[in-house]
């Protein structure tokens, strides 16, 4: 994923902005993390270079 995305990303959830925290980046992509919202807390990680944008109930299965 790249940094950029950042700006763009929101919560699918309140429409809040990400922050990226315990980010790791590989050849300037952020490869491993969680993007937090600022508006409503949730938690969003960042595995392999692909944030999972889905809600906390259809991840995993639901």
């Not at 600022?38 to 960042?46: A, D, K, L, N, S």
Request: aromatic share 2%; with cysteine.
């Amino acid at each position: 994923m790249e940094r950029s995305l950042l700006e763009i990303l929101c919560c699918p959830l309140c429409k809040g902005e990400l922050e990226l925290r315990d980010g790791e980046e590989q050849e300037g992509e952020v490869i491993r993390g969680v993007l937090v919202c600022m508006g409503c807390g949730e938690r969003y990680p960042v595995e392999d270079g692909i944030p999972n944008m889905l809600p906390p109930d259809q991840r995993n299965g639901g």
